[in-house]
């Protein structure tokens, strides 16, 4: 399987459900349009990743399954919150969050590939997973911006770390949170690729992928 992401957390949930992988990320424009709403953002940067990773893949490819995918986490008022650009900035989203339910959106999309690298099937999808944060004082806030934990992560908090002291209920699928809904994106690389070559032989290692 090719990854277009460099996210390590997406590597290592792929790898836990047995896949060999190639890491192959391509740097995309991931600007907002005007007046685009969350899922539909997250599910186009999805595909833009995986049509600029198939192209640079320059017409061969040993691998069959190619998979891209972006993570966002968003208010109800439609707002987007992206990885902060410092720790003041962690601490603004982290006060925007604390005592209310957010969401996180994942885009995924999967491409079946030809050896000369050519669409063969696509499909595409967003998982939302709804998160609620307990009321945080500023103490806890800027403990855990300082933890530096924040800053490489959308939302500013990781629920797979130290972020996860934060959450008090979550709705939804928690690898979605982690960055890669990968439960229901190895259903559909099994039914991209064949009946049961995937879900049918979990615990294997899937090196033809």
Same mark, same amino acid.
């Given at each position: 399987?090719? *990854?277009?992401?460099? %996210? $390590?957390? +997406?590597?290592?949930? *792929?790898?836990?459900?047995? /896949?060999?992988?190639?890491?192959? &990320? ?13 899922? $539909?953002?997250?599910? +186009? ?15 061969? =490819?040993?691998?069959?399954? *190619? ?16 990885? &902060? ?20 959106? %994942? ?5 079946? *590939?030809? &050896? ?7 499909? %595409? /999808? ?6 609620? /944060?307990?009321?945080? =004082? ?8 300082? %933890? ?22 979550? +709705?939804?699928?928690? /690898?979605?949170?982690?960055?890669? &809904? ?28």
């Amino acid at each position: 399987m090719i *990854l277009a992401s460099q %996210s $390590p957390r +997406r590597r290592e949930l *792929l790898e836990e459900a047995g /896949f060999s992988l190639r890491v192959l &990320p391509a740097d995309i424009n991931e600007a907002r349009m005007p007046d685009e709403r969350p899922e $539909p953002l997250v599910r +186009r940067l999805a595909q833009q990743k995986a049509e600029a990773t198939r192209l640079l893949l320059e017409g061969h =490819t040993d691998d069959d399954v *190619l998979v891209a995918a972006d993570t966002i986490v968003w208010t109800d008022e439609g707002n987007v919150l992206g990885k &902060p650009v410092d720790e003041e900035d962690a601490v603004r989203m982290l006060e925007s969050l604390s005592g209310k339910v957010h969401h996180v959106s %994942s885009g995924a999309c999967v491409m079946h *590939l030809s &050896p000369t690298a050519d669409v063969i099937m696509a499909t %595409s /999808f967003v998982e939302t997973t709804d998160v609620e /944060f307990y009321p945080l =004082t500023n103490k806890e806030i800027r403990a855990y911006a300082a %933890s530096g934990e924040p800053l490489d992560k959308a939302g500013a908090y990781g629920i797979q770390g130290r972020g996860g002291l934060l959450v008090r209920g979550i +709705r939804g699928d928690y /690898f979605n949170v982690v960055g890669l &809904p990968v439960a229901r994106l190895v259903r559909e690389v099994d039914r991209m690729v064949g009946p049961g070559v995937v879900v049918g032989t979990l615990g294997r290692q899937h090196g033809r992928h």
